[in-house]
C-alpha cells in the first residue's frame, strides 16, 4: 500500500486537474458563444473530476476519525 502522503498528494493533483479542466471547458464554452458541445462536455467532466475527488477526499478524512472499533464493525 502507498503511503499516506502520496495516496493525499494524488487526490489533489486530480482535484487541481479537474479545476484546470473545468475552467478550460467554461473559457472555451463562453467564448464559443454557449454553442460547442464539446466544450460544454469539457467543463461538465471537469466538474465531475473536481467533485468526485473532493467526495473521495472528504470519505477518507471520515474514515480516520472513527476508532478502531468502528472500523471493525463496518468490516465484512
Known amino acids: 500500500m ?4 502520496l495516496q493525499e498528494t494524488v487526490i489533489h493533483l486530480c482535484i487541481i486537474v479537474g ?3 473545468g475552467g478550460i471547458g467554461s473559457v472555451w464554452w463562453i467564448a464559443s458563444g454557449f454553442s460547442n458541445l464539446r466544450a460544454l462536455l469539457c ?3 471537469g466538474a465531475a473530476i473536481f467533485f468526485g475527488f473532493r467526495k473521495v477526499e472528504t470519505l477518507g478524512n471520515d474514515y480516520e ?3 478502531p472499533e468502528e472500523k471493525s464493525e463496518d468490516a465484512p
Request: net charge neutral; no cysteine; proline share 8%.
Open 2 to 5: 502507498a503511503p499516506r502522503y
Open 19 to 21: 479545476v484546470i479542466v
Open 43 to 45: 467543463a461538465v467532466l
Open 65 to 67: 476519525d472513527m476508532t
